[in-house]
């Protein structure tokens, strides 16, 4: 089977009969090339002239003298023209650079495929002119796409369509500036050269000094390209070598033949297709012989990584330079270099080094500083990770400074950081050149830090990446006469380092690793593809565009069909050329995403005459099993236990909930006191607004007092209070609160939110009948005593508020979680390890019967839950549940039945010699804190 680079070197020792001197060959990269001439080198044994090698990219930027300038730079540039003045601009360049780099892809496809930006971004208000200028007679679907776009022929239009057009309308005006401004400075994106390029053919005279020029391995051509083919064409030095097979050629359903069926007529081919992949048609005959690809579906993406040494174990050691692993999706780079044992790799493709640690760590710093510069608060699960991270306390240590970790409220203050000498301080020098300078020095100083055992290849990698990183940082000051603050500065440096990669690149012999992209031109014996999930092969979507599908489909932009057709050519000339193959794919959903073969498996399934077969993977996995975990009761268990059994420490709702749905877990909660992980620092969930929201009805409630009014409810300064709850929860006490700390972005939509479940709930309360607060966050306690047990227990709880209503003491708790099964039935509420169990009944029960015990003057005791977030479909209102609870006269025998349930579970807790054992139940393990320890 003769590989395309075979091919082409045929045509040209044949064509040319070895005097290469005069022949220039141009290629989509530079790699086929290399393979050409070391090709060409075997067959010659006298010394010959080699022909010249281009990539016709880097042929354009020699012609043109110099190469794309930097896209931070372009960004800026782009964001004077639409901000002149960006002292009054509405948005920073930070965050202009999100909406500036549309554009920028934008403008750089227009000029590639040389298209009139007036007509382009004209609005259009005529179906005829649309049919007219467009070309679409025969294409009405588009026609009517785009009048839809635009909002109608002669129709009132929304002011965000309005808006839409207006920015359309400015934009031919903007497209000229910039590119004005760009030549003015010297700088050009590669559209701009392209189309430079193209209009300047007959002058420049490209490659004019070779007699013959062979074009090999081109597949999509953008219009600039395809002036440069049309002109060598027109000079008549141009060959041009395909590199196709007639089974996506002949068939004008296959989409991988997409662009070359256009080509091979326009410029005919000097070399003869390839026919590897069989007959295209189930109709003509099966061929002798076939290729056979495996198909190996793993569970999730990181296991495909881990399966290839049990795949190149079947390949030669001495055919691993011609066997290659395919990556489509690139994050799986670093885990495929981990999993090969030692030997000669020829990693063709770039590490995106913002996947490292060291990426993730600057994020966070970046965020600290911005924090200590004043731009916004940092959010608490940005401090969590921050301190919580283990370069954090290894770069204080190797500081000299003590580790305060652990302690929020100090390493967040500002006086811990008046230091200079402090890593974490932020230099804020005055005038922008010198702290920029200064942030510089420091970061690169925080980084040095950092014990080099916890610094990783992938972490080495990005440091390598942040020095050069920091230079076009102040390039971009001193060429553009850009000054931005501190806090910009801050921003900007991520996004100057984003996209940024560790070009592995080398053309070493040994295994192939290598992205789509990588394979043009090239073909390999034993063909490895990871990654072959719908989604990703082809690639879903595609970039954000202000260019919407309908216009880009009738201006002959690429689209996503384009990019299928892309994706199935490189995958089909790949499956053509080996005598191998295998397609992994993970056949395990991931969170939400449902996982699912690529769609070109099934049509070759059906289509070809490849022979699939699936193959049943066996991971080489070394898990440690569920493991058996029991706490005897010994007189050390005892003494734990002292506090609560000397009554101490009172037994609350919470301890027997935890008890009933798993002893060990009321043993390392309760008893032991293990943290759980996510309490460590407050974050903004559930939890958090629950205890702010508890603060702020505390302090409206604070005196005995009956419902708010409308008109009172209206005078709440609620957003104030809210702030002020916020801020004590997450600091502990609002005077160690920072001037300068301010909550924004989740916290703003969680006080939004606080906002509209208080007042919902002072609205519930003016529709119930009269009553009036007595107390809350009240303490309850009771002594309780069990027979065979020496000491007097305490039985206790915090009620979030008691009012008196008809007579009646009601126990009012707030919930801002899911609402649960309301029952008041004791089996129910104390049934050991039952799924759904009614927790919050057993606590608002318990809070009843003891606040009935503590209050002789009252005859009944109730209880209310109000669901501040999630409605209870059982209860009347779909937010108040209501117990009727106890009554002294125990008439029915609730109470009494109740209590019974509560001393048999109190006497298992204090009296009982049966270890602390995991539950049976695996469903309540789901949602443990501690089943990482528990490892059920």
């Given amino acids: 089977m003769q590989a395309f680079i075979q091919q082409v070197a045929d045509f040209l020792q044949h064509k040319f009969q070895g005097n290469y001197r005069e022949v220039a060959v141009i290629f989509p990269g530079m790699r086929p090339g290399r393979r050409l001439l070391s090709e060409l080198l075997q067959r010659h044994d006298q010394p010959t002239w080699a022909p010249s090698v281009f990539s016709l990219e880097g042929l354009m930027f020699d012609l043109y003298g110099m190469p794309p300038s930097d896209e931070i730079l372009l960004l800026h540039t782009l964001y004077e023209v639409f901000y002149p003045n960006p002292e009054v601009a509405p948005e ?27 007509d382009l971004f004209r609005i259009i208000r005529d179906e005829k002119e649309i049919e007219a200028r467009f070309n679409l007679h025969h294409e009405p679907e588009l026609v009517e796409a785009l009048l839809h776009f635009m909002g109608g022929i002669g129709e009132s239009r929304t002011d965000d369509q309005q808006t839409l057009l207006h920015f359309w309308e400015q934009l031919p005006m903007r497209y000229a500036q910039f590119k004005s401004k760009l030549e003015e400075r010297g700088l050009a994106y590669t559209g701009m050269i392209y189309r430079s390029l193209a209009g300047q053919l007959e002058t420049l005279r490209p490659l004019s000094q070779y007699r013959h020029v062979v074009l090999a391995g081109f597949n999509a051509l953008s219009t600039g390209e395809e002036a440069f083919f049309d002109y060598w064409q027109k000079e ?78 079947g390949i030669p050691a001495q055919e691993h330079h011609e066997t290659a692993i395919v990556l489509p999706d690139e994050q799986l780079c670093l885990s495929v270099l981990q999993s090969l044992t030692p030997g000669s790799y020829n990693v063709t493709m770039g590490f995106p080094v913002n996947q490292s640690k060291a990426a993730h760590f600057l994020q966070l710093l970046l965020g600290f500083w911005r924090y200590q510069a004043g731009d916004e608060g940092i959010l608490p699960q940005q401090a969590r990770d921050f301190l919580l991270h ?18 929020p409220n100090r390493l967040l203050s500002p006086p811990i950081l008046d230091n200079p000498a402090h890593p974490l301080y932020l230099p804020l020098a005055p005038g922008f050149g010198q702290a920029e300078a200064e942030l510089g020095q420091r970061l690169l100083q925080v980084f040095r830090l950092i014990p080099t055992n916890l610094i990783t290849a992938p972490d080495q990698a990005f440091l390598m990446e942040l020095e050069p990183g920091l230079r076009r940082l102040s390039g971009l000051v001193k060429q553009s006469g850009f000054r931005p603050p501190i806090t910009e500065w801050l ?34 014996r034993h063909l490895i593809v990871l990654s072959m999930n719908e989604g990703i092969v082809p690639r879903s979507g595609g970039s954000p565009s202000f260019l919407p599908y309908a216009l880009r489909k009738a201006v002959g932009l690429p689209t996503a069909d384009e990019r299928a057709g892309l994706s199935a050519y490189y995958l089909l000339r790949l499956l053509g050329g080996a005598d191998s193959a295998a397609l992994l794919f993970n056949q395990i959903t991931e969170s939400s995403k449902a996982e699912e ?95 702010a929201l508890h603060k702020v009805m505390e302090w409206l409630f604070a005196s005995p007092r009956k419902a708010f009014t409308e ?6 300064p609620l957003q104030n209070l809210i702030q002020s709850a916020f801020k004590e929860v997450y600091w502990g006490e609002t005077t160690s609160v920072p001037e300068s700390f301010v909550f924004n972005g989740e916290f703003k939509l969680l006080q939004a939110v606080c906002e509209r479940m208080i007042r919902t709930f002072l609205q519930m309360d003016l529709q119930e009948p009269e009553f009036s607060v007595v107390g809350v966050e009240k303490k ?22 008691v009012q008196m209503q008809q007579g009646k003491a009601w126990i009012i708790d707030y919930k801002t979680g899911k609402s649960e099964k309301a029952s008041e039935d004791p089996e129910v509420l104390f049934e050991r390890e039952a799924d759904g169990r009614p927790h919050y009944g057993l606590q608002t029960l318990w809070y009843a019967w003891l606040q009935l015990e503590m209050m002789p003057e009252v005859n009944h005791a109730g209880a209310k839950l109000y669901y501040m977030r999630s409605p209870d479909k059982s209860s009347k209102n779909g937010l108040i549940v209501t117990y009727d609870g106890f009554s002294r006269t125990d008439e029915n025998g ?14 298992e807790i204090v009296l009982d010699e049966s270890p602390f054992t995991q539950c049976e139940n695996v469903k309540i393990c789901q949602h443990c804190p501690y089943k990482a320890i528990c490892r059920r």
Avoid at 97 to 112: A, H, N, P, T, V
Avoid at 250 to 256: G, P, R
Avoid at 494 to 521: H, I, M, S, W, Y
Wanted: aromatic letters at 12%; glycine letters at 4%.
């Fill in 92 to 118: 920073t360049f930070s965050q202009f650079i999100s909406k500036g780099s549309m554009l920028l892809r934008d403008f750089d496809e227009l000029d590639r495929y040389l298209l009139d930006s007036e």
């Fill in 236 to 313: 008549g030095k141009a060959w041009f070598c395909w590199d196709a097979d007639r089974y996506f050629l002949d068939d004008a359903s296959q989409e991988a033949g997409t662009f070359l069926r256009q080509y091979v007529q326009r410029f005919p081919p000097a070399i003869p297709f390839a026919d590897w992949l069989g007959p295209y048609h189930r109709s003509r005959p099966e061929p002798a012989s076939t290729k056979s690809v495996r198909l190996i579906g793993l569970p999730l993406h990181q296991s495909m990584a881990r399966f290839l040494p049990s795949i190149l174990e």
């Fill in 390 to 407: 283990p370069w954090t306390s290894a770069l204080l240590q190797a500081a000299g400074f003590q580790d305060r970790t652990q302690e």
């Fill in 491 to 524: 921003k900007l440096l991520p996004e100057v380092l984003e996209n940024r990669k560790l070009a592995f690149e080398t053309d070493t012999e040994g295994l192939q690793v290598c992205g789509l992209l990588e394979t043009r031109g090239l073909q390999f």
């Fill in 597 to 691: 073969p690529s769609r070109f498996i099934a049509q070759l399934k059906e289509e070809s005459w490849l022979r699939f077969s699936d193959v049943q993977a066996q991971l080489p996995v070394s898990m440690a099993g569920s493991r058996s975990i029991s706490v005897p009761r010994s007189e050390a268990t005892k003494a734990l236990m002292a506090k609560f059994l000397e009554g101490r420490k009172a037994f609350t709702p919470k301890h027997l909930n935890e008890w009933l749905d798993c002893k060990l877990k009321f043993w390392w909660s309760s008893v032991l006191r293990i943290p759980e992980m996510e309490e460590e620092l407050p974050q903004a969930d559930n939890r958090f607004l629950g205890s």
């Fill in 711 to 716: 008109a009172e409810t209206a005078e709440l």
């Fill in 780 to 801: 309850l306690e009771l002594p309780f005593d069990l027979e065979e047990h020496p000491f007097t227990l305490k039985l206790g709880g915090n009620a979030d508020r």
């Fill in 894 to 907: 609730k109470l009494a039945f109740f209590k019974e349930h509560a001393t048999r579970v109190l006497s």
